[in-house]
């Protein structure tokens, strides 16, 4: 996966925009960085890293492959800490959010690495380091501020009914435009949208009515319910699926703008923690345990052909090409 990030070569919309700004820091000195920054709206420690790369040599190549193998290490690291079944939770990120966050909004996947790596501290219940990997994850992506609250959602105290309605008062809100006044409030926010890409990408356009999203959310939701007696005994579940519910909450709270969009992102990956653990601790009969099992799977596996189709020509996706391709502008290194 990291390879197959790391190495790729001008995939998603965004890959021209940060290729340009990767070489324009070649002739910015570190005196006019922070105006740089200013300019190029994008945080310091991203625009950093690329400077360093550029300073020693280095081709936007292996800034990709920084990224990307940074930001599964810390990731991958958490799933086999806590997922109770670390392959299945890989398998669930992967599709789609590996796609995204490794491939496309680069600087975000990395935020959200430090996020999830972070969740170790909510755990053991260490607020100064959460802090810290927060205002280190700041640096390269601001919308990680509102992971903040996962410090207190996740030890929360929540039974299938609060679920439930929690849900329905969201999804109500959402189909019935309760909450288009969030859109108004984001605007005014400190991450407004002038910190985000300049674009409403076209890989979420989901249009009006229901989406796939929107589905599967409900769905994994109806699931956690549904089971949820059988593992709630297990306190990092219980955490696991505090975040995840709260991401649901997020998504259909804020709509389908782009606050919609990347806020939310930061729980809803934790879905594949919440299955693993369900899994891991469920304290059922093995038929329930195993349907969960492959439903999930199954899930994932179709999500692959559904991206194929929808996804594929959008992101480049479907024209793969690495950086070793003879029409590459870009490599590891700089020759010249």
């Known amino acids: 996966m990291t390879l197959t990030a790391g190495l790729g070569y001008a995939l998603s919309p965004d890959w021209v925009a940060y290729f340009n700004t990767f070489n324009l820091l070649e002739s910015t000195s570190w005196s006019e960085f922070d105006r740089f920054a200013e300019m190029a709206s994008m945080e310091k420690g ?12 280095f081709d936007f190549g292996m800034l990709t492959l920084t990224v990307a193998t940074t930001s599964l290490i810390l990731k991958s690291s958490t799933f086999y800490k806590y997922g109770g079944f670390p392959f ?8 789609p959010n590996f796609m995204f966050e490794e491939h496309v909004h680069i600087r975000q996947g ?3 690495a430090i996020a999830i790596y972070s969740i170790r501290y909510v755990i053991d219940r260490n607020l100064i380091k959460f802090l810290i990997c927060i205002a280190i994850g700041f640096q390269f992506h601001e919308s990680i501020i509102v992971f903040i609250l996962a410090y207190w959602i996740a030890p929360m105290k929540f039974d299938e009914k609060l679920i439930g309605w929690l849900v329905v008062f969201s999804i109500i809100g959402f ?11 984001m605007q005014f926010m400190p991450i407004g949208q002038d910190k985000f890409e300049d674009y409403q990408s076209q890989l979420y356009d989901q249009g009006d009515g229901v989406a796939v999203g929107d589905f599967v959310k409900i769905i994994s939701i109806l699931s956690i319910i549904i089971y949820n007696k059988y593992a709630v005994e297990d306190k990092l579940y219980c955490y696991f699926r505090n975040l995840f519910v709260f991401g649901v909450l997020l998504y259909f709270f804020l709509g389908k703008g782009i606050f919609g969009i990347r806020l939310p992102g930061y729980y809803l990956v934790f879905l594949g923690l919440t299955v ?3 899994v891991y601790s469920f304290n ?3 038929f329930k345990r195993n349907f969960i099992y492959v439903s999930f799977v199954s899930y994932t596996i179709l999500l692959i052909f559904w991206f194929q ?7 480049n996706f479907a ?4 950086i070793f391709n003879k029409e590459a502008i870009y490599g590891l290194w700089k020759w010249n």
Do not use: C
């Open 276 to 278: 693993g653990r369900l």
């Open 175 to 185: 189909y019935t435009g309760l909450n288009s006044i969030i859109e108004v409030i």
């Open 110 to 112: 990395l935020a959200n």
């Open 319 to 322: 024209n793969y090409k690495t």
């Open 46 to 57: 991203y625009l950093g890293l690329n400077k360093i790369l550029v300073d020693y040599g």
């Open 309 to 315: 189709v929808k996804q594929a020509h959008k992101s």
């Open 284 to 286: 059922g009969d093995k």
């Open 88 to 95: 299945l939770v890989l398998f669930i990120y992967a599709m």
